[in-house]
């Protein structure tokens, strides 16, 4: 039998919290953490590899989503919410980093990206940020549900190589060579839209 906070989580629509937010009800961030509190700390995990820095980063995750809703209205609330996460643990990551040296299979993940987006041109050029963002958009837009699962896993999540194939019941190598036939992929698609990266 279904518990109450399973119930819940599944009764309990993103639109419905978003409505919360915007109404000032602090039921939406208990809500929040009910439905993605687990997804959140993944990311965050995956980026810190500290339980303590991860509980602090999702506490201000919930501080973030409050004072950007309103006067925002997310799409897809997942997402608005797992990028408010991302940036606070890479903040958090980037400040542990001055200090000390911490291991993170995020930068592991960015550098396995590295030569496929790499750019001579300004990384700060929201223009181009965007229009690369579109590209890749189409680009998981044509892969199977399974590779679209991999790249986002590895790539936006930050997952081991090990985890994606424990979760697919695969083994690791079988990730491995999907990854790379995902990176050329994506090279591909880029340099038929004049992409040169």
């Known amino acids: 039998m279904a518990t109450t906070n399973e119930t819940q989580k599944a009764i309990i629509a993103d639109e419905r919290i ?16 009910n439905k993605y509190g687990q997804f959140l700390y993944r990311i965050a995990y995956n980026i810190l590899h500290d339980r303590l820095d991860c509980e602090e980063c999702q ?21 608005f919410i797992s990028k408010i996460m991302r940036n606070i643990a890479t903040m958090k990551y980037r400040e542990k980093t001055r ?11 960015y550098e396995d990206l590295e030569d496929t ?26 892969l ?13 999540m930050g997952d081991k190589l090990e985890v ?9 190598s079988t990730v491995h060579r999907e990854i790379k036939k995902i990176k050329q992929g994506l ?6 839209n004049g992409i040169y990266v």
């Open 117 to 142: 987006l790499r750019s001579n041109t300004s990384p700060e050029t929201e223009y181009l940020a965007k229009e690369l963002g579109r590209h890749i958009n189409d680009y998981l837009g044509s």
């Open 187 to 192: 090279k591909s698609h880029f340099e038929r």
């Open 99 to 109: 200090k000390k040296k911490i291991p993170s299979e995020m930068m592991v993940c």
């Open 18 to 33: 978003v409505e919360l937010y915007w109404a000032r009800d602090e039921k939406a961030i208990e809500l929040t953490d």
């Open 144 to 156: 199977t549900d399974r590779q679209q699962y991999i790249f986002v896993g590895r790539f936006y």
């Open 164 to 172: 994606i194939a424990e979760e697919l019941n695969v083994n690791a």
């Open 59 to 79: 506490n201000d995750t919930y501080h973030g989503i409050w004072n950007c809703i309103p006067p925002n209205r997310p799409d897809v609330f997942s997402v």
